[in-house]
Each structure stands twice: as C-alpha cells, then as structure tokens.
C-alpha cells in the first residue's frame, strides 16, 4: 500500500503580550480612578474657609483653600480678601484704633468652616456683632455715637481694643453697656480703667 503524506496547516495563533503590559495598564486606570475620587472628595467635602479679625484695628479678612478630606493636606494656597466695614473705617479715620501698618499681624477667628459642617463661631464674633449694629435709620450704631460723643469714643475704642489684644471678647459687652450709659468724660475714663483692670486681672489667674 502505497503511503499517502498528509500535510496540515497551522493557524497563525495570537500575539501575546507580556504581563507586565497588563499590569501597568490596570494600574494606570487604578491611579487614575483615585485621582478622580480625590478631587470629588476635595471639591465637595475639602473646602474651608472662614472670616479672621485684627484685634488691634477691627480690620476683617476672608480666607478660603482646599484640603484632602480626613488627612488635611492642603491642595491649593490660602486665598484672603479684605471684608469691608463702615465702623472700621470710620475707627481707623478718627484714629481711634491702632493704624494698618503699625498693627501685628494677629488674627482671631471670627467664624471657621471645614467640609460640610456648620460653620463655628470664635469668640471675635462678639465684637463684630457690635461693629456691625445699626440703628433705625441703618446707618452704623457706634459710628453714630462715636461722632455723638468724641470725647467718650477717644478713650472707650482703645479700651475694647485692648481687650480684643488679650483675647477677652466675652467682656466686650460690659464695656459697651457702660458707655451706652456714660455721660461724663472723666468719669467714664475711670469706669473704663477699672474694669479694664478687673477683666485683665482676672484673666492672669
């Protein structure tokens, strides 16, 4: 019997890449995925922002940035502006508060927001209440008496200042009750002293 030669064709196969390809490719995408949950999470729960006061000239400034949830690593340079106010400038014209550019840069938080909780009040917020209040007619309510009584705002800006310097915003309000009452300049003066001793007294026990 006579042999018969059968010969066969073999299918080109696929080209196979190596591993490594593969492995880098998913970890390009893994990276990837977590850059974008990052800056979701930081756009929508890293923002802070607040409002800062200078207790030597009652100037307020806003800052904001972003920060890395949890870890609070910030991500983008504080942003600052200036917050305007009738009373201050009125404050810093008349002289009454420290200049601009003889003040410490010292700053007291006013308020203060991180991610999606409430904003928190510092302890400024109770002078700022006061700066802030305005009469029936709405024009500013201690600017007004201020210019009603110069002789009583020349001695009571510098008390309340000093104060704020010490951080004793919750005995503000007593100083601005007394002179809601005060008629009498010198008398005033001495009124203010001594509370200013007593406040300052107590708060280095």
């Given at each position: 019997m006579s042999e018969v030669a059968v010969t066969t064709s073999r299918t080109p196969g696929r080209r196979?890449?190596?591993?490594?390809?593969?492995?880098?490719?998913?970890?390009v995408l893994g990276l990837?995925?977590?850059?974008?949950?990052?800056?979701?999470?930081?756009?929508?729960?890293?923002?802070?922002?607040?409002?800062?006061?200078?207790?030597?000239?009652f100037a307020r400034r806003s800052y904001s940035f972003y920060e890395v949830p949890l870890i609070r690593w910030q991500v983008r340079g504080i942003?600052?502006?200036?917050?305007?106010?009738?009373?201050?400038?009125?404050?810093?014209?008349?002289?009454?508060?420290?200049?601009?550019?003889?003040?410490?840069?010292?700053w007291h938080v006013v308020t203060a927001s991180r991610g999606i909780r409430?904003?928190?009040?510092?302890?400024?917020?109770?002078?700022?209440?006061?700066?802030?209040?305005?009469?029936?007619q709405n024009n500013p309510l201690w600017v007004q008496w201020s210019k009603e009584h110069p002789k009583l705002a020349g001695t009571f800006w510098p008390a309340v200042?000093?104060?704020?310097?010490?951080?004793?915003?919750?005995?503000?309000p007593d100083l601005f009750e007394l002179a809601a009452g005060a008629t009498d300049p010198l008398r005033f003066q001495t009124e203010l002293n001594e509370q200013l001793a007593e406040r300052l007294a107590t708060s280095a026990q």
């Open positions: 196979r890449w190596p591993r490594w390809i593969g492995w880098a490719l998913w970890s990837a995925f977590a850059a974008c949950l990052v800056t979701f999470a930081t756009l929508q729960f890293g923002a802070v922002h607040g409002v800062e006061l200078n207790p030597y000239t942003r600052r502006e200036d917050v305007a106010s009738d009373a201050v400038a009125f404050l810093d014209q008349q002289k009454y508060v420290a200049p601009a550019k003889a003040a410490p840069g010292v409430p904003p928190a009040e510092g302890d400024a917020e109770i002078l700022v209440r006061y700066l802030d209040a305005r009469d029936a200042s000093r104060l704020a310097q010490e951080d004793l915003y919750v005995f503000v």
